[in-house]
T-cell receptor, first 113, second 116 residues
Framework: NAGVTQTPKFQVLKTGQSMTLQCAQDMNHEYMSWYRQDPGMGLRLIHYSVGAGITDQGEVPNGYNVSRSTTEDFPLRLLSAAPSQTSVYFC????????????FGPGTRLTVT | AQSVTQLGSHVSVSEGALVLLRCNYSSSVPPYLFWYVQYPNQGLQLLLKYTSAATLVKGINGFEAEFKKSETSFHLTKPSAHMSDAAEYFCAVSAFNTGTASKLTFGTGTRLQVTL
């Protein structure tokens, strides 16, 4: 199993540009989520999904869109990038259930200038 | 609502010394608690989890944590630090929300430095 994969690993955007961060998992996990990691702030939940066709907002959803058309994929879209979105983005997946651990991808480091 | 507080953003210990990383939680329902480790330029990896079974939980790499409801704590310990333990450690809490899957709330992290 490849686990959770994320592309790209690094990205530089100009303010106002849009892009999609890709996330895929091959563990047949129902639950997928996106976090952003900023120094001194830990990880904050952006959006999550409990299955194909079902998504919901997390703690910091503004400026981001998600969709989930398949169990395997959960892309994160930045509609109009802003410098405040400079961060490291992690995708995670797990079986649906409170006690299951989340498996994290390697992250995407995004810089918006 | 749920939250996690990690005391100390940086902890430095000598190799062979006791490691103690502190985590206090707040939750309106019985929580599940997790410790994750992040090595430089990598994603997070689960160290251990508490899911309402034994209050003393053993994890990978010699780490363990004890759930203390009266103190709302879930501190992470390791008897003898190794250079390879240098990393950032995150405590996280998950509590069931009716109608949705559980969501993890992370602390701000503690960076562990191990010196010779």
């Amino acid at each position: 199993n490849a686990g959770v994969t994320q592309t790209p690993k690094f990205q530089v955007l100009k303010t106002g540009q849009s892009m999609t961060l890709q996330c895929a998992q091959d563990m047949n996990h129902e639950y997928m989520s996106w976090y952003r990691q900023d120094p001194g702030m830990g990880l904050r939940l952006i959006h999550y999904s409990v299955g194909a066709g079902i998504t919901d907002q997390g703690e910091v959803p503004n400026g981001y869109n998600v969709s989930r058309s398949t169990t395997e994929d959960f892309p994160l879209r930045l509609l109009s990038a802003a410098p405040s979105q400079t961060s490291v983005y992690f995708c995670a997946s797990s079986y649906r259930g409170i006690s299951y651990e989340q498996y994290f991808g390697p992250g995407t480091r995004l810089t918006v200038t | 609502a749920q939250s996690v507080t990690q005391l100390g953003s940086h902890v430095s210990v000598s190799e062979g010394a006791l490691v103690l990383l502190r985590c206090n939680y707040s939750s309106s329902v019985p929580p599940y608690l997790f410790w994750y480790v992040q090595y430089p330029n990598q994603g997070l990896q689960l160290l251990l989890k508490y899911t309402s079974a034994a209050t003393l939980v053993k994890g990978i790499n010699g780490f363990e944590a004890e759930f203390k409801k009266s103190e709302t704590s879930f501190h992470l310990t390791k008897p003898s630090a190794h250079m390879s333990d240098a990393a950032e450690y995150f405590c996280a809490v998950s509590a069931f929300n009716t109608g949705t899957a559980s969501k993890l709330t992370f602390g701000t992290g503690t960076r562990l430095q191990v010196t010779l």
